[in-house]
C-alpha cells in the first residue's frame, strides 16, 4: 500500500503549481485552470485521508466539490465570455476594472 | 374685578391695520393706507374713551380685565395671558391712542409721497397694538411681549430710511443698548418667578407683600427690572440711543420717542410699585439717576443745534423728573408728568417736524430763525409747548412738574438734594427750550439761499393735530390742580385706587408735616428760577445776540464738552465698543479660524490623506489580491504551525 505520505506531497505539489499558476499566469483561462488543479489537488487529499481513517465522509465531500467546481467552471466561463466580449483580451492586466 | 370681555378689541384693532397695510397696502394704494391707519387708531381711542368713562362712573378700585387665553404651561410653570384695565392703564391706553391718533393723522401730510409710505403706516399702526399690550398685560410676560414690541417697531421705524448707513447704525445703536436692557428685565424676571412661582401681576404683589420690606431678593428683582426700564426710558447711563434714534421720520420721533414708548420704564415701575416701595434701597438709586439723568441730559440741550436733538436731550431730561418721581414713591405725580409730557412733547415734535418739512429737511437751529411769519400755525402752537415744558402756570407741565419738585422735597423718600437738583434742571429747561424757540421762530432769518423762497406752512392735516395737541397741551394739566391752588387734583384720585395698596408698606407721613406756606414758597422758587432763565434767553438771543458767541468763546472747554455731549459716545467706543472688537477679533482669529477651524479641518485632513495613501493598495489586478490572500493564508498557518 502506498503510504499517505506520497498523496499528500503529490497533493502539495499539484496545490503550489495551481496556486503559482494562479499568480503568474496572464491568461485568465489558465488562471481559471489553475483553480480547477488546487480543487483537485484538495480532492485528492480528501480521498487519501478517506482511505487511511476508513471514514466515507472525504469521499462525499469529494462529490461535493466537485460538483461546486463544475458549476463554478460555468459561471466562470460565461463570466469570461462576457468580459472577453467588453474588453476583446482574456489577459488580466487589461482586466483591471476593479481599481479605484 | 369685573369682566369686560371686549377689552381685546383695544389691540386687535391696530394690529389688524398693521396686517391689512403691511400685507395689502402696496396693492390698494396710499389712500386706503391713511384711511384704514388713522381709523384703526381712531377705533381704539373711541373705545379707550368709552372704557374710560366706564371707569371713571364706576365704583373706584374698580378692575376691568379679560382673560384670553391659557398661554404657556409647563410644570408648574403656568401662565395665562389677560388683560386688565385699571385706573393706571386706562391713563396710558388714553395716551397711547390719543396722541398716538394725532400723530397717525399727522403722519398723513408729513410722509406724503414717501415711497414707504405703507409700511410706515404698518409699524406704526404695530406700534400702538405692542403698546397697547405693554400697557394691559396682566403678567410680567405678557407685559414683556408689549416691551419687545414696542422696541422692534422703534428699530424699524429708526431705520425707516434703510437706504443711509448713518440710519442703519442709529437704528442698531438702539436695538443693541435696548437689548442690555432687556437683559436685566429678562433676568428680572426670572427671579421673579424662581421667588414668586408666578408671573401673573396680582400674585406676584400679594406674595411681595408677604415679604416684608428691604428683602434682599426684592432689592435685587426691581433693580434688574430698573435696569430694563434704564435701557427703554433712555436713563443714565443707557440713554445714549435716544439721540441718535432722530434718525427716524419726525412723527415717528414724536410719538415713540418722546411721547408714548420712553415713558414704558415709567409705567412698568408705577405697575410694580409694590415691589418697588418694598425696596427702599432701589427707590433710592430710581430717584438718584432720574434727577441725575435730568440735570445731565438738560445741560447737554443748551448747546445742541440740531432741533431734534435739543428735544431729545430734552426728552431725556423729562424723563429723569419721571424717575425722580416714581423714585420718591410720588407715583401718580410721575403718571401726571409723562401724560402732560407726551402732550407737549409731542406737540414739540410735530412742530419740529413742521419746521422741517416747512424748510425742506433743515434741521440746524443755525440756519432758521424769524419762522414765525411764515409759519404762524406752527409758531403759535410750538409757544403753548414750550410754555408747557418750562412750566409756566397754568400751562400743562407746571401742575406735573410742580407737584413733582414738590413730592420731591415733602416725600418720606425725598430730600432738599433731589428738589434742589429738580429746580436748577427747570431752570435749563427754560434756558434750552427758550433758545430753542427763538433760534427757530424769533429774530432774523437765517436760511441757506436755495431754502428762502420755498418756505411755507405746513398743510392742514398737520396743523390741525398741531393745534388739537395745543390745546391738551395748555389744559391737560387742569386734570390735576393741587389743593394748594384751589384745586382738588382730580387725577390723582382718579389713580389712587392703582396705588392703594401705597399706604400699608410706607407710613406716610408727607405733606401733613409741611405747612402750606413752605408749598407756596418752593411753588415760587421754581417759577421764579424758569422766568429767570426766560428772560436770559430773551436778552441773549433777541437783544444782544453776540452774546452766546462770547459766552462760547470764554467759557470755550466747558462748551466743547456740552457740544460733543461729555464725550460721553466715545469714552463708550473707547471702553466698551473697541476692547469688545479686540476681544472679539482674539476670538474670530485665534479661537475660531486656529483652534475650532483647525479641529475640523484638521480631522478632515487627516482621513484626506490617509485615504490617499491607503488606495494605492487598491490595484485592480486580481492576482495582487491573490498574493496578498495568500500572504495571508501562509503567515497565519505558520504561526499556529510555530507557535
Known amino acids: 500500500m502506498v503510504p499517505l505520505d506520497n498523496y499528500l506531497i503529490l497533493s502539495g505539489i499539484l496545490f503550489t503549481i495551481g496556486v503559482i499558476g494562479v499568480l503568474v499566469r496572464r491568461n485568465v483561462i489558465v488562471i481559471f485552470m489553475s483553480i480547477e488543479l488546487m480543487l483537485n489537488a484538495v480532492n485528492l487529499t480528501f480521498i487519501a485521508f478517506s482511505r487511511y481513517l476508513n471514514s466515507i465522509d472525504g469521499q462525499i465531500f469529494v462529490l461535493m466539490v466537485m460538483v461546486v467546481a463544475a458549476a463554478e467552471v460555468a459561471v466562470g466561463l460565461a463570466l469570461i465570455i462576457a ?18 | 374685578m369685573e369682566y369686560l370681555p371686549t377689552l381685546y378689541l383695544l389691540i386687535l384693532f391696530p394690529l389688524a391695520g398693521a396686517v391689512a397695510n403691511g400685507f395689502l397696502g402696496k396693492k390698494f394704494g396710499d389712500k386706503f393706507v391713511s384711511w384704514v391707519g388713522c381709523s384703526v387708531i381712531g377705533f381704539s381711542f373711541l373705545l379707550s374713551y368709552i372704557f374710560l368713562s366706564k371707569l371713571i362712573s364706576a365704583r373706584p378700585g374698580t378692575v376691568y380685565f379679560q382673560r384670553l387665553f391659557f398661554w404657556i404651561g409647563a410644570g408648574d410653570f403656568n401662565v395665562e395671558a389677560g388683560l386688565t384695565l385699571d385706573s393706571l392703564s386706562a391713563v396710558m391706553i388714553m395716551v397711547v391712542t390719543g396722541v398716538g391718533f394725532m400723530i397717525h393723522i399727522y403722519s398723513v401730510g408729513y410722509m406724503h409721497k414717501d415711497p414707504g409710505y405703507a409700511r410706515y403706516f404698518a409699524y406704526i399702526n404695530l406700534f400702538v397694538a405692542s403698546m397697547l399690550i405693554l400697557v394691559l398685560a396682566d403678567s410680567f410676560l405678557l407685559m414683556f411681549v408689549g416691551w419687545e414690541g414696542v422696541g422692534l ?35 428680572g424676571m426670572l427671579l421673579i418667578f424662581a421667588q414668586f412661582r408666578s408671573l401673573d401681576f396680582g400674585t406676584v404683589f400679594t406674595r411681595a407683600m408677604e415679604l416684608g420690606i428691604g428683602n434682599p431678593i426684592i432689592v435685587a428683582i426691581t433693580l434688574l427690572l430698573f435696569v430694563g426700564a434704564v435701557g427703554k426710558s433712555a436713563q443714565l447711563p443707557l440713554y445714549v440711543w435716544l439721540p441718535d434714534a432722530m434718525q427716524g421720520p419726525t412723527p415717528v420721533s414724536s410719538l415713540i420717542h418722546a411721547a408714548t414708548m420712553v415713558t414704558a420704564g415709567v409705567y412698568m415701575i408705577a405697575r410694580c410699585y409694590i415691589l418697588y416701595l418694598s425696596a427702599p434701597l432701589t427707590m433710592t438709586i430710581v430717584a438718584i439717576v432720574g434727577v441725575a439723568t435730568a440735570i445731565f441730559a438738560a445741560t447737554i440741550g443748551l448747546v445742541q443745534n440740531d432741533i431734534k436733538r435739543v428735544l431729545a436731550y430734552s426728552t431725556i431730561s423729562q424723563l429723569g423728573y419721571m424717575f425722580l418721581a416714581v423714585g420718591v414713591g410720588a407715583f401718580s405725580a410721575g403718571i401726571f ?47 403753548v409747548a414750550v410754555l408747557a415744558i418750562t412750566g409756566i402756570p397754568g400751562f400743562s407741565g407746571f401742575f406735573s412738574k410742580d407737584e413733582i419738585l414738590w413730592n420731591a422735597f415733602s416725600s418720606p423718600m425725598g430730600n432738599s438734594v433731589l428738589w434742589l437738583v429738580g429746580v436748577a434742571t427747570a431752570g435749563l429747561t427754560a434756558l434750552y427750550m427758550f433758545r430753542l424757540f427763538y433760534m427757530t421762530f424769533l429774530g432774523s432769518s437765517r436760511f441757506k439761499p436755495e431754502k428762502e423762497h420755498r418756505i411755507h406752512e405746513s398743510p392742514k392735516i398737520m396743523t390741525i393735530p398741531l393745534v388739537i395737541l395745543g390745546f391738551f397741551a395748555a389744559v391737560g394739566g387742569w386734570f390735576g390742580i393741587p389743593n394748594k391752588l384751589g384745586g382738588s387734583n382730580r387725577f ?19 405733606n401733613g408735616e409741611h405747612s402750606l406756606s413752605l408749598e407756596y414758597i418752593l411753588m415760587f422758587i421754581s417759577i421764579i428760577v424758569v422766568l429767570i432763565g426766560w428772560s436770559i434767553v430773551h436778552q441773549m438771543y433777541l437783544k444782544k445776540t453776540d452774546i452766546p458767541l462770547k459766552i462760547a468763546n470764554v467759557f470755550s472747554r466747558s462748551y466743547k464738552l456740552l457740544l460733543n455731549k461729555y464725550y460721553v459716545d466715545e469714552i463708550y467706543q473707547a471702553v466698551i465698543i473697541n476692547p469688545f472688537i479686540k476681544i472679539s477679533n482674539i476670538f474670530w482669529k485665534a479661537v475660531d479660524i486656529k483652534i475650532v477651524d483647525g479641529l475640523v479641518n484638521g480631522t478632515a485632513n487627516v482621513f ?36
Open chain 2, 337 to 383: 408728568h409723562l401724560m402732560t409730557h407726551a402732550f407737549f412733547k409731542g406737540l414739540l415734535f410735530l412742530g419740529a417736524g413742521s419746521v422741517i418739512h416747512g424748510l425742506a429737511g433743515e434741521q440746524d437751529l443755525r440756519y432758521m430763525g424769524g419762522l414765525k411769519k411764515y409759519m404762524p400755525v406752527t409758531y403759535w402752537t410750538f409757544l
Open chain 1, 83 to 100: 468580459v472577453f466580449r467588453i474588453k476583446k483580451t482574456v489577459n488580466v492586466d487589461e482586466i483591471n476594472i476593479l481599481k479605484w
Open chain 2, 153 to 187: 417697531c422703534s428699530y424699524l421705524l429708526i431705520v425707516f430710511w434703510y437706504e443711509d448707513k448713518k440710519n442703519a447704525d442709529a437704528g442698531k445703536k438702539a436695538f443693541i443698548v435696548n437689548r442690555i436692557g432687556d437683559c436685566g428685565f429678562l433676568i
Open chain 2, 492 to 510: 390723582a384720585k382718579f389713580l389712587e385706587p392703582s396705588f392703594e395698596l401705597r399706604k400699608y408698606i410706607i407710613r406716610d407721613t408727607s
Open chain 2, 608 to 643: 484626506l490623506s490617509a485615504g490617499e495613501r491607503l488606495r494605492k493598495l487598491q490595484t485592480g489586478y486580481i492576482q495582487e489580491y491573490a498574493l496578498s490572500l495568500i500572504l495571508g493564508t501562509v503567515i497565519i498557518i505558520g504561526y499556529f504551525i510555530f507557535k
